[in-house]
Protein backbone atom coordinates (compact mmCIF):
# COMPACT_ATOMS: atom_id res chain seq x y z
CA UNK A 1 0.00 0.00 0.00
CA UNK A 2 1.60 3.07 -0.98
CA UNK A 3 0.86 6.75 0.95
CA UNK A 4 0.35 9.78 -1.24
CA UNK A 5 0.66 13.12 0.13
CA UNK A 6 -0.74 15.67 -1.96
CA UNK A 7 -0.01 19.61 -1.28
CA UNK A 8 -0.96 22.06 -3.12
CA UNK A 9 1.70 24.61 -4.43
CA UNK A 10 1.18 27.40 -2.21
CA UNK A 11 1.52 25.48 1.27
CA UNK A 12 5.09 23.96 -0.53
CA UNK A 13 6.19 27.50 -1.46
CA UNK A 14 4.74 28.78 1.99
CA UNK A 15 7.23 25.90 3.84
CA UNK A 16 10.62 26.52 1.99
CA UNK A 17 10.59 30.02 2.34
CA UNK A 18 9.83 29.50 5.86
CA UNK A 19 12.62 27.34 6.43
CA UNK A 20 14.86 29.29 4.26
CA UNK A 21 14.13 32.53 6.46
CA UNK A 22 15.15 30.47 9.95
CA UNK A 23 18.09 29.17 8.56
CA UNK A 24 19.33 32.77 7.89
CA UNK A 25 18.47 34.35 11.24
CA UNK A 26 21.28 33.41 13.09
CA UNK A 27 24.02 34.79 10.49
CA UNK A 28 23.65 38.88 11.96
CA UNK A 29 23.70 37.72 15.49
CA UNK A 30 26.92 35.86 14.57
CA UNK A 31 28.56 38.40 12.78
CA UNK A 32 27.39 41.79 15.04
CA UNK A 33 26.47 45.19 14.18
CA UNK A 34 30.35 46.28 14.15
CA UNK A 35 32.32 46.20 10.98
CA UNK A 36 35.14 43.49 10.30
CA UNK A 37 38.55 44.01 10.80
CA UNK A 38 41.58 42.78 8.93
CA UNK A 39 42.53 40.66 11.85
CA UNK A 40 39.24 38.81 11.23
CA UNK A 41 39.73 38.16 7.33
CA UNK A 42 43.78 37.25 8.00
CA UNK A 43 42.28 34.71 10.74
CA UNK A 44 40.04 32.70 7.67
CA UNK A 45 41.78 29.70 7.24
CA UNK A 46 42.91 30.60 3.67
CA UNK A 47 45.62 32.96 5.31
CA UNK A 48 46.75 30.47 7.97
CA UNK A 49 50.19 28.92 7.30
CA UNK A 50 50.60 27.06 10.19
CA UNK A 51 50.08 23.64 11.58
CA UNK A 52 49.59 22.47 15.46
CA UNK A 53 53.31 22.23 15.96
CA UNK A 54 54.19 25.83 15.37
CA UNK A 55 53.49 28.62 18.35
CA UNK A 56 50.30 30.09 19.00
CA UNK A 57 50.37 33.59 17.58
CA UNK A 58 50.69 35.15 21.12
CA UNK A 59 54.02 33.62 21.05
CA UNK A 60 54.97 34.75 18.05
CA UNK A 61 56.92 38.55 17.20
CA UNK A 62 53.88 40.84 15.28
CA UNK A 63 54.99 42.30 12.17
CA UNK A 64 53.93 45.62 10.83
CA UNK A 65 53.17 44.64 7.82
CA UNK A 66 52.27 41.25 5.68
CA UNK A 67 52.25 40.83 2.08
CA UNK A 68 50.34 37.67 0.66
CA UNK A 69 50.95 36.40 -2.71
CA UNK A 70 47.93 35.24 -4.29
CA UNK A 71 49.17 32.10 -5.44
CA UNK A 72 48.68 28.09 -4.04
CA UNK A 73 51.74 26.90 -2.37
CA UNK A 74 52.72 23.42 -3.39
CA UNK A 75 51.57 20.75 -1.38
CA UNK A 76 54.86 18.82 -1.96
CA UNK A 77 56.68 20.60 0.88
CA UNK A 78 57.68 18.96 4.20
CA UNK A 79 56.53 20.42 7.47
CA UNK A 80 57.99 22.82 9.01
CA UNK A 81 60.37 23.34 5.62
CA UNK A 82 60.06 26.75 3.82
CA UNK A 83 57.00 26.71 1.12
CA UNK A 84 57.32 26.74 -2.44
CA UNK A 85 54.80 28.60 -4.61
CA UNK A 86 55.03 27.68 -8.68
CA UNK A 87 54.44 30.51 -10.99
CA UNK A 88 54.18 31.23 -14.51
CA UNK A 89 56.36 33.34 -16.69
CA UNK A 90 54.65 36.62 -17.46
CA UNK A 91 51.89 35.91 -15.37
CA UNK A 92 50.20 38.81 -13.12
CA UNK A 93 50.24 37.91 -10.05
CA UNK A 94 48.31 39.84 -6.87
CA UNK A 95 50.65 40.68 -4.27
CA UNK A 96 48.39 42.33 -1.42
CA UNK A 97 50.09 44.32 1.10
CA UNK A 98 48.44 44.81 4.34
CA UNK A 99 49.17 47.46 7.47
CA UNK A 100 49.19 45.12 10.20
CA UNK A 101 50.17 47.46 13.03
CA UNK A 102 48.79 47.35 16.34
CA UNK A 103 47.12 50.40 17.30
CA UNK A 104 50.03 52.47 19.02
CA UNK A 105 52.59 50.64 17.16
CA UNK A 106 55.03 53.35 14.59
CA UNK A 107 52.17 56.36 14.79
CA UNK A 108 54.74 58.74 12.87
CA UNK A 109 53.44 56.23 9.88
CA UNK A 110 49.42 57.72 10.39
CA UNK A 111 48.44 59.41 7.44
CA UNK A 112 51.72 58.97 6.04
CA UNK A 113 52.93 56.77 2.83
CA UNK A 114 55.53 54.51 2.81
CA UNK A 115 57.83 52.96 -0.42
CA UNK A 116 58.47 49.27 -1.09
CA UNK A 117 60.85 47.48 -3.30
CA UNK A 118 60.00 44.37 -4.72
CA UNK A 119 63.02 42.29 -6.52
CA UNK A 120 63.10 38.87 -7.89
CA UNK A 121 66.65 37.32 -6.19
CA UNK A 122 67.96 34.13 -6.26
CA UNK A 123 67.30 31.92 -3.79
CA UNK A 124 70.37 29.78 -3.71
CA UNK A 125 73.59 31.55 -2.18
CA UNK A 126 76.44 30.27 -4.77
CA UNK A 127 74.44 32.09 -7.68
CA UNK A 128 73.89 35.29 -4.94
CA UNK A 129 77.69 35.84 -4.95
CA UNK A 130 77.38 35.95 -9.12
CA UNK A 131 74.12 37.34 -9.45
CA UNK A 132 75.90 39.98 -11.55
CA UNK A 133 77.52 37.96 -14.02
CA UNK A 134 74.25 36.02 -14.33
CA UNK A 135 72.18 38.91 -15.12
CA UNK A 136 74.43 40.07 -17.59
CA UNK A 137 74.51 36.93 -19.71
CA UNK A 138 70.61 36.99 -19.14
CA UNK A 139 70.42 40.48 -20.70
CA UNK A 140 72.58 39.50 -23.27
CA UNK A 141 70.31 36.71 -24.62
CA UNK A 142 67.32 38.37 -23.93
CA UNK A 143 68.20 42.08 -24.58
CA UNK A 144 65.56 44.66 -24.49
CA UNK A 145 63.40 42.66 -21.47
CA UNK A 146 63.45 42.87 -18.06
CA UNK A 147 62.99 40.00 -15.34
CA UNK A 148 60.55 41.59 -13.16
CA UNK A 149 57.41 44.02 -14.15
CA UNK A 150 54.81 45.57 -12.54
CA UNK A 151 51.26 45.30 -13.97
CA UNK A 152 50.43 48.65 -13.24
CA UNK A 153 46.73 49.09 -15.04
CA UNK A 154 45.57 46.10 -12.20
CA UNK A 155 47.85 47.26 -9.40
CA UNK A 156 45.01 49.22 -6.82
CA UNK A 157 46.39 51.89 -4.22
CA UNK A 158 49.89 52.08 -5.43
CA UNK A 159 51.76 55.69 -6.98
CA UNK A 160 54.43 56.40 -8.04
CA UNK A 161 56.24 53.35 -9.76
CA UNK A 162 59.56 53.28 -11.25
CA UNK A 163 62.20 50.75 -12.62
CA UNK A 164 65.79 51.36 -13.57
CA UNK A 165 67.20 50.16 -17.06
CA UNK A 166 70.51 49.02 -15.03
CA UNK A 167 68.08 47.15 -12.67
CA UNK A 168 66.28 44.66 -14.74
CA UNK A 169 64.92 42.40 -11.31
CA UNK A 170 63.55 45.23 -9.16
CA UNK A 171 60.88 48.00 -9.04
CA UNK A 172 59.83 50.30 -6.53
CA UNK A 173 56.32 52.42 -5.59
CA UNK A 174 54.43 54.38 -2.80
CA UNK A 175 51.18 52.52 -1.48
CA UNK A 176 48.98 54.52 1.05
CA UNK A 177 48.63 52.88 4.70
CA UNK A 178 45.01 53.73 5.15
CA UNK A 179 43.82 52.16 1.84
CA UNK A 180 43.56 49.13 0.31
CA UNK A 181 47.06 48.59 -2.09
CA UNK A 182 47.79 45.53 -4.18
CA UNK A 183 50.25 45.18 -6.72
CA UNK A 184 50.53 42.92 -10.15
CA UNK A 185 53.99 41.84 -10.81
CA UNK A 186 54.87 39.83 -13.64
CA UNK A 187 58.15 37.83 -13.31
CA UNK A 188 59.76 37.18 -16.77
CA UNK A 189 62.87 34.71 -16.29
CA UNK A 190 62.17 30.87 -15.70
CA UNK A 191 64.04 28.27 -13.71
CA UNK A 192 65.66 26.69 -16.02
CA UNK A 193 67.60 29.59 -17.67
CA UNK A 194 70.27 29.73 -15.20
CA UNK A 195 70.71 25.72 -14.65
CA UNK A 196 74.61 24.96 -15.66
CA UNK A 197 73.41 22.40 -18.03
CA UNK A 198 69.89 22.24 -20.35
CA UNK A 199 70.00 18.65 -21.52
CA UNK A 200 66.47 18.48 -20.94
CA UNK A 201 64.50 17.10 -17.53
CA UNK A 202 66.69 19.43 -15.69
CA UNK A 203 65.72 21.08 -12.28
CA UNK A 204 65.49 25.06 -12.37
CA UNK A 205 66.83 27.14 -9.37
CA UNK A 206 64.40 28.42 -7.34
CA UNK A 207 64.10 32.25 -7.03
CA UNK A 208 62.70 34.66 -4.36
CA UNK A 209 60.37 37.60 -4.17
CA UNK A 210 61.32 39.93 -1.77
CA UNK A 211 59.85 43.49 -0.15
CA UNK A 212 61.64 45.87 1.57
CA UNK A 213 59.44 48.68 3.16
CA UNK A 214 60.55 52.12 4.18
CA UNK A 215 59.56 55.75 5.40
CA UNK A 216 60.20 58.56 4.50
CA UNK A 217 63.24 60.19 6.32
CA UNK A 218 64.36 64.06 7.60
CA UNK A 219 65.75 64.70 4.37
CA UNK A 220 62.57 63.29 2.65
CA UNK A 221 64.24 60.67 0.78
CA UNK A 222 63.01 56.75 2.00
CA UNK A 223 65.47 55.55 3.54
CA UNK A 224 64.20 54.96 7.34
CA UNK A 225 63.62 50.81 6.64
CA UNK A 226 60.64 49.35 8.36
CA UNK A 227 60.03 45.88 7.41
CA UNK A 228 60.92 43.16 5.06
CA UNK A 229 59.49 39.93 4.01
CA UNK A 230 60.39 37.07 1.05
CA UNK A 231 59.01 34.16 -0.24
CA UNK A 232 60.80 31.57 -2.35
CA UNK A 233 59.43 30.48 -5.75
CA UNK A 234 59.63 28.62 -8.73
CA UNK A 235 59.12 30.01 -12.24
CA UNK A 236 57.71 28.14 -15.27
CA UNK A 237 56.69 28.52 -19.02
CA UNK A 238 53.38 29.47 -19.56
CA UNK A 239 50.84 27.10 -17.84
CA UNK A 240 54.08 24.76 -16.51
CA UNK A 241 53.39 26.31 -12.92
CA UNK A 242 49.34 24.96 -13.56
CA UNK A 243 51.00 21.32 -14.69
CA UNK A 244 53.37 21.31 -11.51
CA UNK A 245 51.02 22.05 -8.94
CA UNK A 246 48.60 19.29 -10.30
CA UNK A 247 51.61 16.80 -10.65
CA UNK A 248 52.55 17.20 -6.76
CA UNK A 249 48.89 16.98 -5.77
CA UNK A 250 48.42 13.94 -7.55
CA UNK A 251 51.85 12.59 -6.09
CA UNK A 252 50.33 13.37 -2.63
CA UNK A 253 47.03 11.86 -3.59
CA UNK A 254 49.07 8.72 -3.89
CA UNK A 255 50.96 8.45 -0.41
CA UNK A 256 49.29 6.61 2.37
CA UNK A 257 47.95 8.72 5.64
CA UNK A 258 51.26 8.60 7.44
CA UNK A 259 53.09 10.18 4.88
CA UNK A 260 50.51 12.94 4.31
CA UNK A 261 51.24 14.06 7.90
CA UNK A 262 55.11 14.85 6.90
CA UNK A 263 54.10 17.20 4.44
CA UNK A 264 52.30 20.58 4.68
CA UNK A 265 48.89 21.53 2.76
CA UNK A 266 48.78 23.10 -0.32
CA UNK A 267 47.26 26.82 0.71
CA UNK A 268 45.26 29.05 -1.77
CA UNK A 269 48.05 32.14 -0.76
CA UNK A 270 51.43 32.48 0.14
CA UNK A 271 52.39 34.62 3.06
CA UNK A 272 55.78 36.14 2.95
CA UNK A 273 58.17 35.61 5.83
CA UNK A 274 60.20 38.10 7.32
CA UNK A 275 63.63 38.63 6.29
CA UNK A 276 67.07 40.95 6.51
CA UNK A 277 66.48 43.88 3.79
CA UNK A 278 68.67 43.03 0.58
CA UNK A 279 71.74 44.33 0.95
CA UNK A 280 71.36 47.06 -1.37
CA UNK A 281 67.81 47.49 -0.38
CA UNK A 282 69.09 51.38 0.81
CA UNK A 283 69.67 52.29 -2.75
CA UNK A 284 66.25 53.16 -4.83
CA UNK A 285 66.82 51.70 -8.19
CA UNK A 286 65.71 54.59 -9.80
CA UNK A 287 68.46 56.41 -8.23
CA UNK A 288 71.11 53.55 -8.52
CA UNK A 289 73.72 54.12 -11.42
CA UNK A 290 74.76 50.10 -11.50
CA UNK A 291 73.53 46.64 -11.34
CA UNK A 292 71.80 46.18 -7.72
CA UNK A 293 74.16 43.15 -6.96
CA UNK A 294 77.13 45.82 -7.57
CA UNK A 295 76.48 48.13 -4.60
CA UNK A 296 76.29 45.73 -1.82
CA UNK A 297 77.47 48.35 1.03
CA UNK A 298 80.90 47.04 2.40
CA UNK A 299 82.12 48.03 5.77
CA UNK A 300 85.51 49.92 5.90
CA UNK A 301 88.37 47.54 7.90
CA UNK A 302 91.62 49.58 8.44
CA UNK A 303 94.48 47.57 8.59
CA UNK A 304 97.41 48.09 10.35
CA UNK A 305 101.11 48.22 9.30
CA UNK A 306 102.56 45.15 8.71
CA UNK A 307 106.21 44.28 8.72
CA UNK A 308 107.82 42.46 6.12
CA UNK A 309 106.39 39.09 6.15
CA UNK A 310 109.65 37.73 4.85
CA UNK A 311 111.50 38.48 7.96
CA UNK A 312 110.38 38.41 11.79
CA UNK A 313 112.20 39.82 14.91
CA UNK A 314 111.31 40.62 18.63
CA UNK A 315 109.80 43.53 17.67
CA UNK A 316 107.54 42.25 14.78
CA UNK A 317 106.85 38.78 15.27
CA UNK A 318 105.62 36.88 12.29
CA UNK A 319 103.02 34.35 12.70
CA UNK A 320 104.27 31.01 13.35
CA UNK A 321 104.22 28.63 10.30
CA UNK A 322 103.73 31.71 7.86
CA UNK A 323 106.58 32.23 5.16
CA UNK A 324 106.52 34.53 2.22
CA UNK A 325 103.49 36.58 1.45
CA UNK A 326 100.71 33.60 2.04
CA UNK A 327 99.66 33.54 5.76
CA UNK A 328 97.25 31.51 6.58
CA UNK A 329 93.47 31.99 7.48
CA UNK A 330 92.15 30.79 11.26
CA UNK A 331 89.24 29.30 11.30
CA UNK A 332 88.67 31.08 14.30
CA UNK A 333 89.14 34.64 12.45
CA UNK A 334 86.57 37.21 12.59
CA UNK A 335 84.67 38.74 9.59
CA UNK A 336 87.14 41.42 10.13
CA UNK A 337 89.65 39.37 9.92
CA UNK A 338 89.09 37.55 7.14
CA UNK A 339 88.44 41.23 5.37
CA UNK A 340 91.88 41.91 6.18
CA UNK A 341 93.39 38.50 4.67
CA UNK A 342 91.52 39.20 1.26
CA UNK A 343 92.74 42.51 0.87
CA UNK A 344 96.83 41.51 2.30
CA UNK A 345 96.59 38.75 0.21
CA UNK A 346 95.16 40.37 -2.62
CA UNK A 347 91.51 39.50 -3.16
CA UNK A 348 90.10 43.36 -2.93
CA UNK A 349 88.00 42.60 -5.75
CA UNK A 350 85.86 39.85 -3.64
CA UNK A 351 85.76 41.79 -0.31
CA UNK A 352 82.09 42.80 -0.88
CA UNK A 353 80.98 39.20 -1.97
CA UNK A 354 82.90 38.13 1.27
CA UNK A 355 81.43 41.00 3.58
CA UNK A 356 79.54 38.59 6.42
CA UNK A 357 81.72 35.86 6.05
CA UNK A 358 84.38 34.40 9.18
CA UNK A 359 87.29 32.97 8.79
CA UNK A 360 85.28 29.67 9.22
CA UNK A 361 82.80 30.43 6.86
CA UNK A 362 85.48 30.89 4.02
CA UNK A 363 87.47 27.25 4.83
CA UNK A 364 83.99 25.68 4.61
CA UNK A 365 83.63 26.93 0.92
CA UNK A 366 84.95 23.98 -1.99
CA UNK A 367 87.22 24.39 -4.78
CA UNK A 368 83.48 24.28 -6.92
CA UNK A 369 81.90 26.96 -4.76
CA UNK A 370 85.14 29.54 -5.16
CA UNK A 371 85.46 28.62 -9.15
CA UNK A 372 81.75 29.79 -9.57
CA UNK A 373 82.23 32.67 -7.80
CA UNK A 374 85.23 34.25 -8.28
CA UNK A 375 86.06 32.31 -11.97
CA UNK A 376 88.56 29.76 -12.45
CA UNK A 377 91.66 31.80 -11.97
CA UNK A 378 90.89 33.78 -9.26
CA UNK A 379 88.42 30.97 -7.71
CA UNK A 380 91.66 28.14 -7.65
CA UNK A 381 93.95 30.91 -6.18
CA UNK A 382 92.05 31.44 -3.31
CA UNK A 383 91.29 27.94 -2.99
CA UNK A 384 94.89 27.68 -3.01
CA UNK A 385 95.88 30.35 -0.19
CA UNK A 386 92.67 29.07 1.75
CA UNK A 387 93.46 25.42 2.18
CA UNK A 388 97.16 24.82 1.10
CA UNK A 389 99.51 25.04 3.97
CA UNK A 390 102.89 27.41 3.95
CA UNK A 391 105.32 27.09 1.66
CA UNK A 392 108.28 26.17 3.64
CA UNK A 393 111.15 28.30 2.32
CA UNK A 394 113.79 27.16 0.63
CA UNK A 395 116.52 28.74 3.11
CA UNK A 396 116.68 30.49 6.49
CA UNK A 397 119.56 32.60 7.40
CA UNK A 398 119.37 33.99 10.88
CA UNK A 399 121.29 37.62 10.96
CA UNK A 400 122.31 39.91 13.88
CA UNK A 401 123.34 43.67 13.22
CA UNK A 402 126.87 43.21 15.19
CA UNK A 403 125.82 47.56 16.27
CA UNK A 404 123.58 46.23 18.51
CA UNK A 405 126.15 44.38 20.17
CA UNK A 406 128.37 47.98 20.97
CA UNK A 407 124.61 49.44 22.48
CA UNK A 408 123.45 48.18 26.32
CA UNK A 409 120.25 46.36 26.44
CA UNK A 410 117.79 46.86 29.09
CA UNK A 411 118.15 43.71 31.63
CA UNK A 412 115.05 41.57 31.57
CA UNK A 413 114.64 38.77 33.59
CA UNK A 414 111.79 37.00 30.58
CA UNK A 415 114.88 37.12 28.07
CA UNK A 416 116.73 33.57 28.25
CA UNK A 417 119.24 33.90 24.88
CA UNK A 418 122.61 32.79 24.76
CA UNK A 419 125.45 35.38 25.44
CA UNK A 420 128.42 36.43 23.31
CA UNK A 421 131.64 36.67 25.55
CA UNK A 422 133.85 40.03 24.44
CA UNK A 423 137.64 39.19 25.54
CA UNK A 424 139.62 42.43 25.82
CA UNK A 425 142.96 43.98 27.74
CA UNK A 426 143.60 47.23 28.83
CA UNK A 427 145.98 49.20 28.65
CA UNK A 428 147.28 47.85 32.48
CA UNK A 429 147.36 44.28 30.68
CA UNK A 430 144.44 43.13 32.63
CA UNK A 431 141.60 40.64 30.48
CA UNK A 432 138.39 41.73 31.44
CA UNK A 433 135.13 39.46 29.83
CA UNK A 434 132.12 41.47 28.87
CA UNK A 435 128.59 39.82 27.59
CA UNK A 436 125.86 41.56 25.58
CA UNK A 437 122.70 39.58 24.33
CA UNK A 438 122.24 38.12 20.68
CA UNK A 439 119.21 39.79 18.44
CA UNK A 440 119.18 37.78 15.56
CA UNK A 441 116.67 38.40 12.75
CA UNK A 442 114.85 34.95 10.87
CA UNK A 443 115.01 35.55 7.05
CA UNK A 444 113.32 33.35 5.10
CA UNK A 445 114.67 33.30 1.27
CA UNK A 446 111.74 31.91 -1.48
CA UNK A 447 114.87 32.29 -4.42
CA UNK A 448 118.53 31.57 -3.66
CA UNK A 449 119.95 34.97 -5.08
CA UNK A 450 122.27 37.22 -3.74
CA UNK A 451 119.86 39.95 -4.41
CA UNK A 452 117.20 38.29 -2.39
CA UNK A 453 119.02 38.17 0.62
CA UNK A 454 120.44 41.82 0.50
CA UNK A 455 117.10 42.81 0.00
CA UNK A 456 116.07 41.16 3.23
CA UNK A 457 119.15 42.35 5.67
CA UNK A 458 118.54 45.49 4.15
CA UNK A 459 114.56 45.58 5.38
CA UNK A 460 115.38 43.94 8.86
CA UNK A 461 118.73 46.58 8.95
CA UNK A 462 116.28 49.27 8.08
CA UNK A 463 118.62 50.80 5.74
CA UNK A 464 117.97 52.16 2.27
CA UNK A 465 118.56 49.58 -0.49
CA UNK A 466 120.20 51.90 -3.27
CA UNK A 467 122.81 52.66 0.03
CA UNK A 468 124.43 49.48 -0.39
CA UNK A 469 126.83 48.87 -2.41
CA UNK A 470 128.59 45.77 -1.94
CA UNK A 471 128.07 42.79 0.29
CA UNK A 472 131.61 40.79 1.51
CA UNK A 473 131.32 37.58 3.32
CA UNK A 474 134.36 37.52 6.01
CA UNK A 475 136.39 34.15 4.71
CA UNK A 476 139.28 32.40 6.81
CA UNK A 477 142.25 35.14 7.77
CA UNK A 478 140.10 37.69 7.51
CA UNK A 479 139.62 37.81 3.82
CA UNK A 480 136.40 39.68 2.43
CA UNK A 481 134.92 37.00 -0.43
CA UNK A 482 132.28 39.13 -2.56
CA UNK A 483 128.28 38.15 -2.04
CA UNK A 484 126.91 35.99 -5.07
CA UNK A 485 124.23 33.68 -5.91
CA UNK A 486 126.54 30.71 -5.81
CA UNK A 487 127.43 31.36 -2.45
CA UNK A 488 123.75 31.76 -1.35
CA UNK A 489 122.99 28.91 -3.10
CA UNK A 490 125.57 26.73 -1.28
CA UNK A 491 124.73 28.27 2.55
CA UNK A 492 123.99 25.75 4.88
CA UNK A 493 120.51 26.32 5.67
CA UNK A 494 120.14 28.24 9.38
CA UNK A 495 123.57 29.79 9.15
CA UNK A 496 124.02 32.43 11.34
CA UNK A 497 125.54 35.72 10.58
CA UNK A 498 126.71 39.28 12.11
CA UNK A 499 126.23 42.35 10.14
CA UNK A 500 128.60 44.61 10.41
CA UNK A 501 128.52 48.33 8.27
CA UNK A 502 131.31 50.17 6.71
CA UNK A 503 131.00 53.44 4.54
CA UNK A 504 132.32 53.23 1.31
CA UNK A 505 135.68 55.04 0.07
CA UNK A 506 133.49 58.31 -0.92
CA UNK A 507 131.50 58.12 2.31
CA UNK A 508 128.14 58.31 0.21
CA UNK A 509 127.07 54.43 0.35
CA UNK A 510 128.19 51.28 2.39
CA UNK A 511 129.10 47.91 2.68
CA UNK A 512 127.86 45.14 4.61
CA UNK A 513 130.26 42.76 5.67
CA UNK A 514 128.47 39.28 6.77
CA UNK A 515 130.70 37.62 9.74
Known amino acids: MAWVLKMDDASIESGLVHD ?16 YSMSDVLALPIFKQEDSSLPPESETKNTPFQYVLCAATSPAVKLHDETLTYLNQGQSYEVRMLDNRKQEELPELNNKMVKSIVRVVFHDRRLQYTEHQQLEGWKWNRPGDRLLDIDIPMSVGIVEPKTHPSQLNAAEFL ?35 QFDTFAQGESGEYTEHLHSAS ?26 PQEKEKYQPSYDTTILSECSPWPDAYVSPNQAATPSF ?30 GNSEQLSPTASIQDAQKWLLKNRFNSYTRLFTHFSGSDLLKLTRDDLVQICGPADGIRLFNALKSRSVRPRLTVYVCQ ?33 SSLHVYHALYLEELTAAELIRKMACVCSLPLGTINQVYRQGPTGIHILLSDQM ?20 EGLHLILK
Open 20 to 35: FDASLSGIGQELGAGA
Open 175 to 209: WDLNKRSSVFVQVHCISTEFTPRKHGGEKGVPFRI
Open 231 to 256: CQIKVFKPKGADRKQKTDREKMEKRS
Open 294 to 323: TSTPLSTYTTSSVPDSDSSSPNHPADPGSH
Open 402 to 434: ESLLESPLLESPLLESPLLERHSTNENGEHSIS
Open 488 to 507: VYNLPDESCFLISTVKDELG
